[in-house]
Antibody, heavy 130, light 109 residues
Framework: EMQLVESGGGLVQPGGSLTLSCEASGFAFSGYWMHWVRQVPGKGLAWVSRIDNEGTSTSHADSVKGRFTISRDNAKNTLYLEMNSLRAEDTAVYYC???????????????????????WGKGTTVTVSS | SSELTQDPAVSVALGQTVRITCRGSPLRNNYATWYQQRPGQAPRLVIYGKNNRPSGIPDRFSGSTSGNTASLTITGAQAVDEADYYCNSRDNSGNHLGAFGGGTRLTVL
């Protein structure tokens, strides 16, 4: 069974740091791009970061750029999110998710691109509060 | 504000058809991916690409796109379909899956 299990969440003071982990099992982790997505309680989903399968290309949302760093250790089948200078607005459930695939399709005279996250963890809660 | 816009809430009578829409400029050349999220659970993929369902998703779920609008249609809605639905696409900065809609709460009456 394909599975992602997040850990590392907890209560941290504003300005503090925390590192989240996401352990993968049941699939060849090193072959897949990965994302972090967060959700403020009672609110919608928000993309945080993504990393390619080798760990050489990363991208972060503007709201976390310069404060959060995504990384991975393929030998340990683990994805990480290092979070620094935490703010109250970073309080959320953090999910890791696998990019199952994607591509492009010629349709109605033009190309359309698509990607999808097909395996999600159950999430870990980060609370930033004094 | 989000690059993708969804209606906050939609309701449907049991067994009827409902369409949930997602609008935004990224959808002019990117298909929307749709996720279902039940209370207390992680999101679950329901539609990707032009109109593809992962294994285990009932065929009453379908997707379509026109212009800058993507739609998720549930034909013959069931009580178990009551959930939040999110669209997701590449954002205007080029980040794969970087844009999420605000979500639509579906109530099955």
């Amino acid at each position: 069974e394909m599975q992602l299990v997040e850990s590392g969440g907890g209560l941290v003071q504003p300005g503090g740091s925390l590192t989240l982990s996401c352990e993968a099992s049941g699939f060849a982790f090193s072959g897949y791009w990965m994302h972090w997505v967060r959700q403020v309680p009672g609110k919608g989903l928000a993309w945080v970061s993504r990393i390619d399968n080798e760990g050489t290309s990363t991208s972060h949302a503007d709201s976390v750029k310069g404060r959060f760093t995504i990384s991975r250790d393929n030998a340990k089948n683990t994805l990480y999110l290092e979070m620094n200078s935490l703010r109250a607005e970073d309080t959320a459930v953090y999910y890791c998710a696998r990019v199952g695939g994607g591509g492009k399709r010629y349709d109605s005279g033009k190309y359309y691109f698509y990607y999808y996250m097909d395996v999600w963890g159950k999430g870990t809660t980060v609370t930033v509060s004094s | 504000s989000s690059e993708l816009t969804q209606d906050p809430a939609v309701s449907v009578a049991l067994g009827q058809t409902v369409r949930i829409t997602c609008r935004g400029s990224p959808l002019r050349n990117n298909y929307a991916t749709w996720y279902q999220q039940r209370p207390g659970q992680a999101p679950r993929l329901v539609i990707y690409g032009k109109n593809n369902r992962p294994s285990g998703i009932p065929d009453r779920f379908s997707g379509s796109t026109s212009g800058n609008t993507a739609s998720l249609t549930i034909t013959g809605a069931q009580a178990v379909d009551e959930a939040d639905y999110y669209c997701n696409s590449r954002d205007n900065s080029g980040n794969h899956l970087g844009a999420f809609g605000g979500g639509t709460r579906l109530t099955v009456l």
